[in-house]
């Protein structure tokens, strides 16, 4: 009888590959989900998108390794666990990017998810034992907020951005041309003619600087019938492999949407493959590739807050994990595994990518296959860093249409807010009226943002970054309500291992 604890059971090669990869598929559209929003919202080129794709797949490689193998006695839980970019820093780096776009905003963005993961690694043992303020509660609202903030990214996805070019109105051209006659004649009229002494008579007042016409004209760029039909063939898709197959095919209904989106894309004339074939086939990821980072401490401690959210969902995991793979995870475990959150996020920030966590869906995937090796994970780590060295990957997902991730987007967005419903499902609203109104304050909170961005016009310019994210607004009011209704008393270790087991999607 082997005395080999199942989590380090080291298992043949061709199985751990081929499981890895399986754990690669399951994540990989969340995976590089992120880096086309945010690259997207920066307004970046789509060669310097395609390079965060593959950063972001070689970091996810990279820290997966340091969480399940263990690094030194501080770093990794030493589980089965796969390690992704968080859909919850998503709303506060596409805010900073929609203030600040192109390289001077990745400087920011990167400056704070420096700093932040920095913070985390110092504060990791003390946020392993504040679960007590994050209940279910306050998680699963979170989470659904987390998701009902995203849909408008998978919204515009499909339909085009409400601003810019895609934006539902133009300006009638007739209305243009006349302002610049208009504009042409206020010139004339206060410029001398040839051998005259004094400008034309009769002048046409000159045009207020800003001036600007508001559009009335339908933009046939905005929600085009054909994109909107790949979005519909995406979704339709997913549905139904998701219902029909099961298994390996349908952990990855996404993946294969995405694939069968392209195909049509392809097939319609709305996609090429010109940058796949410029790009190169092998090519090393290199640090700091936008400057030196501008590390803004209001912008650092609004990621440190998402963070702080993020490692209590990680903590969750984590127990259920413990749960699930039959080994008990103790106090200085979860430290382990929350400063290797942490340290990812600060590897993360160095390599051009984004704050990293335990994916959930990929727990959920230790539950469904069974298999409980953490060198299953491993293996999907060395497969990740692989693909991230690999441009031509990240080149062909940067070539879909925003109509095909649309798609996608709907489900994958969704189903974050589905999480955190699921989450709410396991508290007691009967006997604890309170958490009701926990829930309903702090979701309408988390609105505000989204339904009326401009709010904050009034408020003092250095809160803007703070206040500006749904998400950060829930959150600081879920606990604080919670607080005020329950104490910090908070669930026990059961009632978390039951929440976090209802996740399978950041």
């Known amino acids: 009888m082997s005395s080999v604890h199942p989590v380090d059971e080291r298992l ?38 395609a390079m965060l794709i593959s950063a972001d797949l070689f970091c996810c490689g990279i820290v997966t390794l340091i969480q399940s193998l263990g690094a030194t006695q501080w770093f990794g839980i030493r589980l089965p666990v796969m390690m992704g970019v ?10 900073m ?51 009902i903030s995203l849909m408008r990214i998978g919204i515009n996805w499909i339909f085009g951005n409400p601003f810019g070019p895609t934006a539902p109105s ?69 549905l139904m492999i998701a219902k029909y197959t099961k298994g390996f095919i349908s952990n990855i209904s996404v993946l294969l949407g995405i694939l069968i989106g392209g195909v049509v894309a392809y097939s319609m004339g709305m996609m090429n493959f010109d940058k796949v074939g410029k790009a190169a086939w092998f090519d090393f990821v290199e640090p700091l590739q936008f400057g030196m980072p501008v590390f803004d401490p209001v912008l650092i401690l609004t990621m440190t ?15 259920a994990l413990g749960d699930m793979t ?81 798609g996608a987007g709907v489900v994958m967005f969704g189903m974050v807010a589905a999480t955190g419903i699921r989450i709410l499902g396991t508290v007691d609203f009967k006997n604890n009226k ?34 500006e994210s749904g998400i950060m607004l829930a959150s600081i009011a879920a606990v604080a309500l919670n607080l005020f209704f329950n104490g910090a008393k908070g669930g026990s270790a059961e009632e978390t291992i039951a929440a976090a087991k209802q996740a399978d999607s950041h």
């Open 434 to 467: 309170n958490n009701a109104f926990i829930v309903a304050v702090s979701i309408g909170t988390g609105m505000i943002p989204l339904i009326a961005p401009n709010f904050k016009q009034w408020m003092p310019h250095d809160l803007h970054p703070l206040i």
């Open 86 to 95: 968080t859909f919850a820093s998503v709303a506060p780096m596409v805010a």
């Open 305 to 319: 807050l998402v963070m702080i959210v993020v490692m209590i969902e990680s903590t969750g995991m984590f127990l």
């Open 326 to 406: 039959g080994r008990k995870v103790e106090q200085q475990d979860l430290a382990r595994g929350l400063r290797t959150d942490g340290l990812g996020t600060l590897i993360g920030g160095i390599f051009n990518t984004f704050p990293y966590t335990s994916f959930s869906q990929n727990v959920g995937l230790v539950g469904v296959t069974g298999v409980r090796s953490r060198f299953v994970c491993v293996a999907g780590g060395v497969i990740m860093i692989v693909l991230g060295l690999i441009p031509k990957m990240a080149a062909l997902v940067e070539s879909l249409p925003t109509v095909v991730l649309g």
């Open 97 to 147: 990017a929609n203030k600040t776009p192109g390289a001077e905003g990745a400087q920011l963005i990167f400056g704070a998810i420096i700093g932040a993961g920095i913070i985390s690694i110092l504060i990791a043992p003390l946020v392993s034992r504040m679960l007590r303020f994050f209940p279910p509660v306050v998680t699963g609202t979170i989470i659904a907020v987390i998701g």
């Open 170 to 238: 133009i300006v009638n051209p007739e209305h243009a041309k006349w302002l610049s006659e208009v504009g042409s004649m206020a010139n004339a009229a206060v410029t001398p003619v040839a051998g005259a002494s004094a400008p034309l008579a009769n002048a046409v007042p000159a045009i207020p600087k800003g001036l600007a016409i508001v559009g009335s004209v339908p933009n046939p760029k905005y929600a085009p019938l054909n994109g909107v039909f790949v979005s519909f063939v995406v979704l339709v898709s997913i």
């Open 12 to 49: 043949p090669t061709g199985k751990l590959a081929a499981l890895g990869f399986q754990h690669v598929m399951v994540m990989y559209a969340g995976a590089v989900a992120v880096p086309l929003i945010v690259g997207r919202a920066l307004k970046l080129p789509p060669e310097q998108v």
